[in-house]
């Protein structure tokens, strides 16, 4: 079954400090992974995916099949950094349905 | 870009009653669109996938009589929340993918919050 684990609910660190938010997922195909930002009072928005290999607003994901981990990183946070952040899987290239992380909390204080 | 408008914001309804969510993709045509349910500060617990002129697909444990999915043209589908109770406050948000594949991205309706008294 598609499973994506997210183990932190909450992460606070200090602005300029390296940020990491762990995503684990479980699944026997070809996964697409997301990352997905929502910030205050705001609707769900997609801050990185793994197939474009891109960086947004500072925030890197690799994909790792072989620890089936998808972590977003970022060298030094800033506070308006601070928001929801969700990891998700999909089945590749189908179009399918988007599997949640339970989201981990980021606040990035002064 | 792609937008999915998502009516109404919130709505408060008395128990036994039922509300209607809609949901519209704007410049695009939705020919799925995926319909969650959020507490606060939980995951989106995807209830059920609809499809444009075919049956919604409800996932384990949603009781499709209860959540009524309708998905009659390529831009709108509404999620109906029938006699509707107490428990059933939430935040229920709809999402379409914008392209072919998965990998173009899903984009979100801003979330309706429907609170029952």
């Known amino acids: 079954a598609q499973r994506v684990t997210q183990p932190e609910k909450l992460l606070s660190v200090f602005k300029g400090a390296p940020v990491e938010l762990k995503c684990n997922y479980s699944?026997?195909?070809?996964?697409?992974l997301f990352w997905y930002v929502q910030y205050s009072r705001q609707r769900l928005q997609l801050l990185l995916r793994?197939?474009s290999r891109e960086s947004i607003k500072g925030f890197t994901a690799d994909l790792n099949k072989g620890e089936t981990s998808f972590h977003l990183k970022k060298p030094f946070a800033q506070e308006e950094d601070s928001a929801m952040y969700y990891c998700?899987?999909?089945?590749?290239?189908?179009?399918?349905?988007?599997?949640f992380g339970q989201g981990t909390e980021l606040s990035v204080k002064p | 870009g792609a937008v999915v408008s998502q009516h109404p914001s919130w709505v408060i309804c008395k128990s036994g009653t039922s509300v209607k969510i809609e949901c519209r993709s704007l410049?695009?045509?939705?020919?799925?669109m995926f319909w969650y349910r959020q507490f606060p500060k939980q995951s989106l617990m995807l209830m059920a996938t609809?499809?444009?002129?075919?049956?919604?697909?409800?996932e384990q444990g949603v009781e499709k009589d209860k959540f009524l999915i309708n998905h009659a043209s390529l831009t709108l589908s509404t999620l109906t929340v029938t006699s509707a109770h107490p428990e059933d406050s939430s935040f229920y948000i709809c999402?379409?993918?914008?392209?072919?594949?998965?990998?173009?991205?899903?984009?979100f309706g801003s979330g309706t919050r429907l609170t029952v008294v």
């Open positions: 999402s379409a993918p914008t392209g072919p594949w998965a990998n173009y991205g899903y984009t």
């Open positions: 699944y026997s195909g070809s996964p697409e």
């Open positions: 793994h197939i």
């Open positions: 998700a899987l999909s089945r590749g290239n189908q179009g399918g349905k988007l599997i």
């Open positions: 410049d695009f045509q939705a020919t799925t």
């Open positions: 609809s499809n444009e002129g075919s049956k919604a697909t409800y």
